[in-house]
């Protein structure tokens, strides 16, 4: 299905739901699309630390963290 025809399927899609919850909750993740996505900028700094660590080899496994 190419983005065009996923456009024009929607709402037509939409218009059959009777489901109060169900519009409810897709209005909500309408609303709140950007959101969904984002992640702060401090955040992102700590998976870039994290991501260094890793190529460091300072990291710990599942066992020996469970062992601690």
């Given at each position: 299905?190419?983005?065009?025809?996923?456009?024009?399927?929607?709402?037509?899609?939409?218009?059959?739901?009777?489901?109060r919850?169900l519009?409810?909750?897709?209005?909500?993740?309408l609303?709140?699309?950007?959101?969904?996505?984002?992640?702060p900028?401090?955040?992102?700094?700590?998976?870039?630390?994290?991501?260094?660590?890793i190529?460091?080899?300072?990291?710990?496994?599942i066992?020996?963290?469970?062992k601690?």
């Open positions: 299905m190419t983005l065009m025809e996923l456009k024009r399927s929607i709402p037509e899609k939409i218009d059959s739901i009777n489901d919850e519009l409810e909750a897709i209005n909500a993740l609303d709140n699309h950007a959101k969904v996505f984002h992640i900028e401090h955040m992102k700094e700590g998976i870039r630390k994290g991501k260094e660590d190529k460091k080899g300072n990291f710990s496994t066992k020996e963290f469970e601690k």
